[in-house]
């Protein structure tokens, strides 16, 4: 009720960690910030779309742009 939209972007638990850890967030700090989420597998249920985010940076802004250009002419 909040948003028009839910766009949701997923990963595998173990390459957040890891991309946590590039950016300086220890594990053990990644963890607990997941585990004060709601789970992905809930907010992926809850999404209007969602964006797997396990390739490359390149792919990641291939598939936010199809979903962008999706919403805009949706409006």
Partial sequence: RLADVVVVVNAARGRMISRAAKKGVGPALSK????????????????????????????????????????????
Avoid: C, H, M, Y
Wanted: charged share 35%; glycine share 2%.
């Fill in 32 to 75: 607990k910030i997941l585990a004060a989420q709601w789970p992905l597998a809930k907010k992926v249920r809850r999404a209007d779309f969602v964006i797997e985010n396990d390739g490359n940076l390149k792919e990641l802004e291939q598939r936010a742009r199809e979903i962008f250009k999706q919403i805009k002419t949706s409006l």
